[in-house]
Every structure is written in C-alpha cells, then in structure tokens.
C-alpha cells in the first residue's frame, strides 16, 4: 500500500494563494494528478502529470512535484475555488494500484 | 460533449451480488481504459478497478481483488462492475471515469466522471 498525506484543511483569504500538499515515498518519482471536488459533485480533474492542466482549467491552477512533496498552487483564489482536493498516484509496488491523498477542504475566508 | 452514466445501484443485502453499468458517449470509447472509483459519503475517494480499452489489463484495490470483476462491452460503449459477496463498507457512492490519454488502464489521469450511483450494503 502507497500512503499520500494531506493536510485535513487549509484556509485562504480571496486573492491570496493556496498550497495543497502531498506527501508520500519518493512520490517525485512518480506522476501525481490532482481532483477538485465541490460539494454534492463528481470530482474534477485540475492537474495531471504533476503540472499538467486539463483544457477549460484556469491557469491559476499548477502543481510540482519533487522528492517527497507533490504540491498544488491556486493563485489568486476565488470563492467558487472553495472544494476538497485530491491528490492520485499509480504505485506497482505488490500490485498495479491507485491511490489517493486522503483529501484537503480548501476554505475561503 | 463527452458523458457518463452509472446505473445499477440500490440496497443490497451482506453477501448479496449487484452489477453497476456505466455508458459513455461524446468519444471513441474503445480508445480509453476506464476506471470505478467510491466515495463513502463525508469521507475520501478511493480508486476500485481500472480496465484498459482492449480489456487485456484489469487492475483492482486489495479491498475488492477476487470479490468485484470489471468488464466492458464496446460495441455498447458501456463499462460493468460486478460486485459479489458484498459487506456493508462496500457501502458508498461509486464513480465511473474515463483515463484521459491511453488505453492501458494504468498510471493514467481520470479525466471525465460520471455523476456516480449510490451502493447500500445492509440487510
């Protein structure tokens, strides 16, 4: 089993930047895709391949990824950003499995 | 416009059998491997099943592995989860997803998701 850590919360002021992190073995190795998911909706994909970002996704959102932090940025954030996110990885470690983060609610103030 | 749509969930009793269906459309079906992920209400997401495009790769979670069997059809556009020998964490809303860049059915992004069905477990 792969474990991805994120921090339960983080909370923002509009306008300001969040950092979403996910912290996992060697997860710089790996690619990490990211979901936002607002509340009574299906999960959206933001970012792929650690910084890649879906067309119709606003540039505000990015991501890295190195040694044992994959990170998700949302610059200049908005009410309408306020969701819980995911981060995801594949592990082939006794078997070809995903996994995901536990999950951050993003709060705007 | 690229859909999904789950059906097939309900209430099921402990040790019961229940097939979910998930029909896509808006996209060559066959190309892409598809994925079930759960959700138990108020908690995480948790990646079930992956399936390539050709079906030649199947991929499960070790909380399902030998119980839940994916499948698909594409000549219908649709992709099954059977689930046998159901217990009541097996209770949660179930997504179906489409990969967004290959067929394998591994290592990808889920890119479009359905609205998801909801499973009960509980006699």
């Known amino acids: 089993s792969y474990v991805l850590t994120q921090p339960p919360s983080v909370s923002v002021a509009p306008g300001q930047a969040a950092t979403v992190t996910c912290g996992g073995n060697?997860?710089?190795?790996?690619?990490v895709h990211w979901y936002q998911q607002r509340p009574g909706q299906a999960p959206v994909l933001v970012v792929y391949?650690?910084?890649e970002r879906p067309s119709g996704i606003p540039e505000r959102f990015s991501g890295s990824n190195s040694g044992i932090t994959a990170t998700l940025t949302i610059s200049r954030v908005e009410a309408g950003d306020e969701a819980d996110y995911y981060c995801h990885v594949w592990d082939s470690t006794g078997g070809h499995r995903g996994f995901f983060g536990g999950g951050t609610k993003l709060t705007v103030l | 416009e690229v859909h999904l749509l789950e059906s097939g969930g309900g209430l099921v009793q402990p040790g019961g059998s229940l097939r979910l269906s998930c029909v896509a459309s808006g996209f060559t079906f066959s190309t892409f491997a598809m994925t079930w992920v759960r959700q138990v209400p108020g908690k995480g997401l948790e990646w079930v099943s992956s399936l390539s495009g050709s079906s030649a790769s199947t991929y499960y979670a070790d909380s399902v592995k030998d119980r839940f069997t994916i499948s698909r059809d594409n000549s219908k556009n649709t992709v099954h989860l059977q689930m046998n020998r159901l217990r009541a964490e097996d209770t949660a809303i179930y997504y179906c997803a489409k990969d967004l860049q290959d067929s394998s059915g591994y290592g990808d992004a889920f890119h479009i998701w359905g609205q998801g069905i909801k499973v009960t477990v509980s006699s």
């Open positions: 391949d650690d910084s």
């Open positions: 060697n997860i710089g190795r790996k690619s």
